[in-house]
């Protein structure tokens, strides 16, 4: 008999994951379907400067080169990754403004597959809570307006959560290689080149193992995993740059870059601006961080997902916010909002009693 009682568990195990597996596919397909509905109010919006990607885009594919017009090189793009893949499904027969729009919902769907990845629901009970969080992302304006705005933000927010929820086992667990750090490592990579901005977040989640962990060998050895990558696709586009354009600096980053007080004024109120239209995704996420911090649950996952957030935020006020409509900035602090709610979610539906649970899903 004792022999035989391992099998039994395993069958428990396997059956037990099925449920989580078919709620989670419910969950991405209702929440994609009302990103659909929600994103459909928008069309045919396109921004202008998606039409600038697209030009060096066709360029590419035409065999001209990442160029604007024939003659001297500029880089006006900050997107490389945008742009490849942009080209690349052009190459494939899409129209480059459906390329565009595919991406930009295959992106939104990419980041709602992150947070069901991190969070699946284990039961009906369960799924609830979760499914009221990942339901803020298709709802945001944000997300809807840029899923077909044609601009690399939601590729920016897949990536960012991806590389976040990747990192999330490796955080809470001593000893962690560099090789394992790779893993988030890619993505986070990848970031770089969607937005030359990205690094931002890099910096931040190195920072955040520090923050966990204390100054260590373990969190020494985690921080270089991570940033190993990033430094080196960072210096592979800085010499691409200078190689091919003849440039150190990206040509955006000299016309648009100038911080002063009036930028730091500027970008403080585009910061209070996109809050306020975030405010209830704003407040759950926030209550959601006070209560693992104060629980200690998941309290690795809430430092990353703030320092991430701190970090982006200082960046826009920095930059003096940004002139796009839709709070375009904010689409990666959607993704990083949701996984702060999901993590109060997971508690609910893990360890609050009946009334709690009933309550929060009220108020939510």
Same mark, same amino acid.
């Given at each position: 008999r004792a022999g035989t009682s391992p099998a039994p568990t395993v069958v428990m195990e396997v059956r037990g994951n099925r449920p989580s597996a078919f709620l989670s596919l419910a969950a991405f397909v209702a929440a994609l379907v009302v990103l659909c509905l929600h994103a459909r109010r928008y069309l045919p919006f396109l921004s202008d400067d998606a039409l600038i990607s697209l030009r060096y885009a066709k360029r590419l594919v035409e065999g001209h080169g990442l160029t604007w017009n024939a003659g001297e090189r500029v880089e006006g793009y900050s997107n490389l990754l945008w742009v490849l893949c942009a080209a690349a499904l052009n190459r494939l027969g899409v129209d480059l403004i459906d390329a565009v729009r595919v991406l930009g919902f295959a992106g939104v769907g990419a980041g709602l597959a992150a947070v069901l990845y991190a969070?699946?629901?284990? %039961?009906?009970?369960?799924?609830?809570?979760?499914?009221?969080?990942?339901?803020?992302?298709?709802? %945001?304006?944000?997300?809807?307006?840029?899923a077909v705005g044609g601009m690399e933000q939601p590729l920016v927010a897949a990536l960012l959560a991806w590389g976040v929820v990747l990192c999330y086992p490796l955080l809470e667990k001593r000893g962690a290689t560099l090789t394992e750090m790779l893993r988030p490592g890619v993505c986070f990579a990848l970031l770089c080149w969607a937005r030359l901005d990205s690094p931002v977040f890099v910096a931040a989640a190195v920072a955040a193992i520090f923050l966990i962990d204390g100054l260590n060998r373990d969190a020494l050895r985690k921080a270089t995993g991570l940033a190993l990558l990033p430094v080196a696709f960072c210096v592979l586009q800085v010499a691409f740059r200078f190689f091919y354009y003849g440039e150190l600096i990206p040509n955006t980053a000299l016309v648009k870059f100038a911080p002063s007080g009036k930028h730091a004024l500027d970008g403080w109120g585009y910061l209070r601006a996109g809050a306020f239209t975030l405010s209830p995704l704003v407040v759950v996420a926030a209550a959601s961080a006070l209560l693992s911090l104060r629980k200690n649950f998941m309290r690795p996952?809430?430092?990353?997902?703030?320092?991430?957030?701190?970090?982006?935020?200082?960046?826009?006020?920095?930059?003096?916010?940004?002139?796009?409509?839709?709070?375009?900035?904010?689409?990666?602090?959607?993704?990083?909002?949701?996984?702060?709610a999901a993590v109060g979610a997971e508690w609910i539906a893990t360890r609050a009693g009946r009334l709690v649970y009933a309550g929060a899903g009220l108020a939510c």
């Open positions: 969070h699946p629901p284990r %039961s009906l009970k369960g799924a609830v809570p979760v499914m009221l969080a990942l339901l803020f992302v298709p709802l %945001s304006g944000a997300m809807a307006v840029w996952r809430v430092v990353l997902l703030v320092a991430l957030t701190v970090a982006w935020a200082a960046y826009l006020v920095a930059i003096g916010g940004d002139i796009f409509p839709a709070w375009r900035h904010f689409v990666p602090v959607v993704v990083l909002l949701v996984l702060l």
